[in-house]
């Protein structure tokens, strides 16, 4: 079984920078993707950001020229830079990684706030 641990999250003024991380932990060979997802109150969870096993990258048009992904190959663990943030980008953001054989793994989720 896998277990994914974000981290990273906090209270920034706008403009500012995070860097969310999210460690897999587990039989992390079983990991076909990984992704960062976010849901803002009273909206629907939102794909951010993908990578894939084989290191294919995907950023939602929304934030590719702010954000970006990406995966230690050592250690699994995935990453999401997230630079120039505005108050719209508050939000909870979770981690979800797809095994082999279907299953789909959440974590915990990390809250992002951008607010002055």
């Known amino acids: 079984q896998v277990q994914l641990m974000e981290s990273g999250g906090g209270l920034v003024q706008p403009g500012g920078s995070l860097r969310l991380s999210c460690v897999p932990s587990?039989?992390?060979?079983?990991?076909?993707?990984m992704a960062w997802y976010r849901q803002a109150p009273g909206l629907q969870r939102e794909l951010v950001a993908i990578?894939?096993?084989?290191?294919?990258?995907n950023v939602a048009d929304s934030v590719k020229d702010r954000f970006a992904v990406y995966r230690d190959d050592v250690n699994g663990t995935m990453y999401l830079q997230m630079n120039t943030l505005k108050p719209e980008d508050t939000a909870a953001y979770f981690c979800?990684?797809?095994?082999?054989?279907?299953?789909?793994?959440w974590g915990q989720g990390t809250q992002v706030t951008v607010s002055s």
């Open positions: 979800k990684a797809n095994m082999a054989g279907g299953g789909v793994i």
């Open positions: 990578v894939s096993k084989s290191g294919g990258i």
């Open positions: 587990g039989s992390i060979m079983n990991i076909n993707l």
